[in-house]
C-alpha cells in the first residue's frame, strides 16, 4: 500500500525537529511531503500537494491552526492537531480532526494516531487525490456579485493593476474584482499555474511549451506568454504533476 502523504505544520523549530525525528524514526509508512512554518504557507502546501494527512499546530505565528482549516474548501486529509494547549479538543472535535496529540508528543500516542490515519486509508473508496486538472464551475468576483463559470473554459487570467483580466474561450474577457494573487491561492490545486507576475494560465489549455532562458508557452487562441526565470521550476513541477511533458 502507498504511504501516507504527511504536510507537517509547526512555527517552533523545536517542535518541528521533534514530529519530524519521531515520524521518521516510528512511522515508515509515513512520507513527509512538506514542512510548514506559518498558516499561509500551510494553505499554498494544502492545496499544491493535497495531503493524505495533516499534522497541525493550533497557534501559529500569523493565524491559528482553525484559520487554516477554514480556507481548504475540500479537504483531502486526515486530521491531528499538536499543540501543547489542551482548551481546544472541542473544537478540534468539531473540525472531524482525528486525533488531538499535546506536546511533548508522546511516541505510543502518535503510533495510534497514524494507525487510525492508515485504518481509515485502507478502509476509503475515495481515489486516488492526485491533484488533476476538472471540470468545475467557479465564483469569479465581480462588482456586481459573482459570475459562475466552468474552469475549463479558463485560458489565463492576466493582472491588470489590482484586479485580473480573466480570458476565456468563448466570451470576452472578463474584469474580477480581486488580484491575480487572489485567484492564483483559489485555485491551487485545479490545474493553474503562475509562470509570472502578471501571469496566471490554465494548463489543460496551453498547447505548446517553448524552451529558452526562461521559456514561454503558448495558449489556446494563439497568445504566447512568458515563464519568469524564478518560476520556471515551478511551471516544470506543475507540468509533472498534471502528467504533461515539457
Not at 500500500?1 to 504536510?7: D, E, F, G, P
Not at 499561509?40 to 487554516?68: N, Q, T, Y
Not at 505510543?108 to 494507525?115: G, K, M, T, W
Not at 465581480?142 to 492576466?158: D, K, N, P, R
Request: glycine residues 6%.
Amino acid at each position: 500500500m502507498s504511504k501516507l502523504r504527511a504536510i507537517l505544520v509547526e512555527d517552533e523549530p523545536s517542535g518541528m525537529d521533534n514530529l519530524r525525528w519521531k515520524l521518521q524514526n516510528n512511522c515508515p509508512e509515513v512520507e513527509i511531503i512538506a514542512e510548514c512554518t506559518s498558516g499561509k504557507e500551510a494553505i499554498r502546501a494544502i492545496k499544491m500537494h493535497l495531503p493524505d494527512l495533516l499534522f497541525l499546530d493550533i497557534r501559529l505565528g500569523d493565524m491559528s491552526g482553525f484559520d487554516v482549516l477554514a480556507a481548504i474548501k475540500h479537504p483531502t486529509f486526515e486530521l491531528i492537531f499538536t499543540t501543547s494547549y489542551d482548551e481546544y479538543a472541542i473544537q478540534a472535535i468539531k473540525n472531524s480532526a482525528l486525533d488531538y496529540l499535546l506536546k511533548p508528543i508522546d511516541e505510543d500516542e502518535l503510533l495510534d494516531a497514524v494507525s487510525k490515519a492508515r485504518h481509515k486509508q485502507k478502509n476509503s473508496s475515495t481515489p486516488s487525490t492526485t491533484p488533476e486538472p476538472v471540470a468545475q464551475r467557479f465564483g469569479f468576483p465581480i462588482t456586481t456579485g459573482q459570475q459562475f463559470i466552468e474552469l475549463s473554459e479558463v485560458i489565463y487570467a492576466q493582472a491588470e493593476d489590482n484586479v485580473a483580466l480573466v480570458y476565456l474561450k468563448e466570451d470576452k474577457p472578463l474584469k474580477i474584482s480581486r488580484s491575480l494573487g487572489w485567484l492564483e491561492e483559489e485555485l491551487e490545486g485545479f490545474g493553474f499555474c503562475r509562470v509570472h507576475h502578471s501571469y496566471l494560465i490554465n494548463l489543460s489549455a496551453m498547447t505548446e511549451y517553448i524552451r529558452n532562458e526562461g521559456g514561454f508557452v503558448i495558449m489556446q487562441g494563439g497568445k504566447a506568454i512568458s515563464i519568469s526565470r524564478r518560476r520556471k521550476d515551478d511551471f516544470l513541477k506543475a507540468l509533472e504533476r498534471y502528467n504533461l511533458n515539457p
